[in-house]
Structure formats: structure tokens, C-alpha cells
């Protein structure tokens, strides 16, 4: 009996593991994709948003850098960090509607330049707001690289 048992719970672990490598894997995301998700992360806020922002000024360049990284994921390079600081676009939105949430309604991209297979280069616009009021259009450029097989938006203006 415990051998039966032994087998059986064997076999189901042989067959869950099976089934693991055969999941689908998904696929990278493409430039535009991880173009649209570092907008949509960049110009939606929360009520609390403003607040946290200013703690990381106050902290000094690390918490800042620290908070870009957290709100926008791991889809940008340090560079892209440092124009995001630099051209100011995480305050944008939230000196907008200071403590207001917003969303973004739409984004479109535009491709600026001839796509290579490392580089993608686009202008986009952002339009966004808090629920039930007129938004605002945002437009800048962003260029993405590709790095290891993923796309990273590595400046943004």
C-alpha cells in the first residue's frame, strides 16, 4: 500500500512537472508595448502620490531615483532614470492635480525615426486626468534600446 502511494505521488509529480515546462512562455513585449506601459505608469497618480514624491526629494537623489524605479518598473535604464529626474516628468501629472488621482485616457506613439533592430525612437502623447474632468495632453520623445532581448526605454524627454 505505501509503495501504491509512493508511486502515485510520484507520478503526479513527474506529470505537474511536465506540465510546467510544457506552459506557454510569454513573449517579450515589444517597444511599443513597453513604451505604452512606462507612459501609463509615468502619468497615472494616486491621491498619495505627491506625498511620496516629496519625501524622495527631501531624502536626496538616491530616494528619488528609488522612487522613479518603483513607479515606472523595471522596463527603463538608469539613463532613462536620470531624464525622467532631470526633465521632470514624474511631477508633471501631480502638479497638475496635486492629492487627485488620475488616469490616462489615451496614449499615442509615433515612431520618429527609422526603427532599427536595437533602437526605437517615438514621439508620444499622453492625454490624462482625474475621472470626470477635462485632462491635459503630454507629449515628449522617449527612445528605447534593445538589452538582452528586452526592451528598456533608455531616454525620455
Partial sequence: MIKRISALLLMAGI??????SAAKTTEPATAEE????VLQCLYRSTQEDGAHLDAAMQEGEDSLKEYIRTKVGDCVTEEAVTCIMENRLISRVINAWPDTEVQVETVELTPAYTKTEQKCYFQYQVEAGPEGETGKTFTGEMLLSLIDEEWKVDSLS
Fill in 15 to 20: 506529470l505537474l512537472l511536465s506540465g510546467c
Fill in 34 to 37: 513597453t513604451a505604452e506601459k
